[in-house]
């Protein structure tokens, strides 16, 4: 059973195992012809498309992400996370004062 979900490729290995001699090129064209395809991979929210440089805010801190005391400096980032049921955003936002010792 493939669940609808084989493409070319896994169709050709599944009948070159059950004794079926035809060429890869062959399925795809059928596959093609009658509109199967198989499915794909999602892929991730594209997360890296930086704008112009004359839209991106100002570097007020130069890339010093140290301070000397609490609540001067922040920090936050956003990751993202994929589930089942689709993809979920988590962001933190982080004092980047020195640890108490």
């Not at 062959?26 to 198989?38: D, H, N, S």
């Amino acid at each position: 059973m493939n669940y609808g979900v084989y493409g070319a490729r896994k169709v050709h290995a599944q009948l070159h195992r059950e004794g079926h001699q035809i060429a890869r090129c062959t399925i795809e064209r059928l596959m093609r012809i009658t509109e199967l395809a198989g499915v794909s991979k999602r892929k991730g929210p594209k997360t890296t498309v930086p704008g112009p440089v004359r839209d991106r805010p100002a570097d007020l801190v130069q890339r010093a992400f140290t301070a000397s005391g609490p609540d001067q400096r922040w920090v936050a980032d956003i990751t993202y996370i994929r589930t089942f049921s689709g993809w979920v955003y988590a962001a933190f936002v982080t004092d980047v004062s020195p640890a108490a010792s």
